[in-house]
């Protein structure tokens, strides 16, 4: 009797759940196909340039969104201007030279080496020349104090070693009584 009871709730938790889920599926895709903005072309070649330019562009808000994947306002914008200057038939570098010079260097994400560029390219070779330095220094350093020698020990060094070895084994009997 109880288990029947409990398969029942089961099911009508079951089954709310999964209304709740069809309820917010109704109401959340619709909505995602506004968010699509429909440009016409006069032929795929158009298109497929536009679905290029639009990938290789960086959203200025974004950052590290492209302009065919941002909702932000200016990548609606970009994306206006992108499919009007391929309606005139610009070129690909025309149009990002158009982009360029409107949103600077970084809606691209490939940016040319330049005066203002050349820290973003030299930084990461820096670094990395940096800590492989220091790698190198530290680990030739430390190379020395792990040198094994050939050499026998001194009668000091044995005495010492003695010493040691019978304080280690003391300690071992006095833990395990």
Known sequence: MLTKKLIKMQNVNFHMV????????????????????????????????????????????????????????????????????????????????????RYG???????????KTIILWALPASILLFVIFAMVLFFRKNSNHLQVSDQPLSIIEQEKLLTLMQDSSAIKRNSDS
């Open 18 to 101: 999964f209304r709740k889920i069809i309820l917010i599926c109704l109401v959340i895709i619709p909505r995602a196909g506004f968010a699509l903005d429909a440009y016409e072309f006069e032929d795929p070649e158009q298109n497929k340039r536009f679905a290029e330019v639009t990938r290789e562009l960086r959203c200025p808000k974004c950052q590290n969104q492209n302009v065919a994947d941002s909702n932000a306002p200016i990548a609606k914008d970009i994306r206006n201007r992108v499919y009007v200057m391929i309606r005139e038939n610009k070129n690909k570098q025309e149009i990002v030279d158009y982009v360029v010079d």
């Open 105 to 115: 260097n970084f809606a691209t994400y490939r940016p040319p080496v330049t005066s």
